[in-house]
């Protein structure tokens, strides 16, 4: 399978920017995603970028691709103790999502 | 819209015991689910994809008799844990696909399925 990599923590202060990062392997994957889950839930889809785009952004949301480092990362601005969770990236595969180890963001007041 | 419910969301049995767990995706047709399990502080591990009308296909190391999963509708997918040991205990959560969005790949997810094997 494919392998999509992201450091395990991150901390930040509220009011500050996140950024969580994700290495994938499959140069030809078309979308990749952004998954967010909270504590005792299942995963709720945050955003998706398509392969011949560099940036998106989405309210405080930005996704950046760099395809050439197969490099993905998700910035949240302004980060608030609700985004406290772990957020998953996935890439496509034949038939299914492969997705990241997770990265747990805590959110200090 | 693209709303997938789970049931139950937490249950608790005896070793030796069947547990069932439906996904049902409510204002779409997925036409594929996925099941998944999930250990604490761990990522999630697939562990089968179902079409609708077919036999699902097991991840390697997934034993097929010990879970069953059934996809009898487009809407309805449904895992059964047999004989159910402590090591079963764990986090099990269903994603359909729809494959109008997100180019076909973009997955649902259920709230998840907390079982706990005494």
Known sequence: ?109 | GAVVSQHPSWVICKSGTSVKIECRSLDFQATTMFWYRQFPKQSLMLMATSNEGSKATYEQGVEKDKFLINHASLTLSTLTVTSAHPEDSSFYICSARDPSRGGGYEQFFGPGTRLTVL
Not at chain 1, 37 to 60: C, H, V
Request: aromatic content about 12%; glycine content about 8%.
């Open chain 1, 1 to 109: 399978g494919e392998d999509v990599e992201q450091s395990l923590f991150l901390s930040v202060r509220e009011g500050d920017s996140s950024v969580i990062n994700c290495t994938y392997t499959d140069s030809s994957s078309t979308y990749l995603y952004w998954y967010k889950q909270e504590p005792g839930a299942g995963l709720q889809l945050l955003t998706y970028i398509f392969s011949n785009m560099d940036m998106k952004q989405d309210q405080r949301l930005t996704v950046l691709l760099n395809k050439k480092d197969k490099h993905l990362s998700l910035r949240i601005a302004d980060t608030q103790t609700g985004d406290s969770a772990i957020y998953f990236c996935a890439e496509p595969g034949a038939n299914n999502l492969f997705f990241g180890t997770g990265t747990r963001l805590t959110v200090i007041p």
